[in-house]
């Protein structure tokens, strides 16, 4: 059973801008501390943005003042604006969601990862 359920990705210009969507059931979203991740060929898996079930976030400093992580309480969906799009933005990106708390290390969670979504970004 899927849990959590990533689009939004595809090809953009450098400058351009992409919505990333992560739908989740609504035990989840109420529950977990959710976030996007991403992992380029060749890299470490990066935290882009996490928000904490009390609206708390955190933002990478690689992409602060460009994307912007939100929720819909109606639609029980995490989202990923990303602005100002560069070509070193190119990964796939990653949803996330772990139980109650925002862990330090996500490498091992209780909770749950997406199938993930392709951004590319061109020069």
């Known amino acids: 059973q899927v849990q959590l359920v990533e689009s939004g990705g595809g090809s953009v210009q450098a400058g351009g801008s992409l919505r990333l969507s992560c739908a989740a059931s609504?035990?989840?979203?109420?529950?977990?501390?959710m976030g996007w991740f991403r992992q380029a060929p060749g890299k470490e898996r990066e935290a882009v943005a996490t928000?904490?079930?009390?609206?708390?976030?955190t933002v990478g400093d690689s992409v602060k003042g460009r994307f912007t992580i939100s929720k819909d309480n109606a639609k029980t969906t995490l989202y990923l604006q990303m602005n100002s799009l560069k070509p070193e933005d190119s990964a796939m990106y990653y949803c996330?969601?772990?139980?109650?708390?925002?862990?330090?290390?996500?490498?091992?969670?209780?909770?749950?990862w997406g199938q993930g979504t392709q951004v590319t970004v061109s020069s």
């Open positions: 928000i904490a079930r009390d609206g708390d976030l």
């Open positions: 609504a035990y989840i979203y109420k529950n977990y501390c």
């Open positions: 996330a969601a772990a139980f109650w708390t925002c862990p330090v290390n996500w490498s091992s969670i209780n909770g749950y």
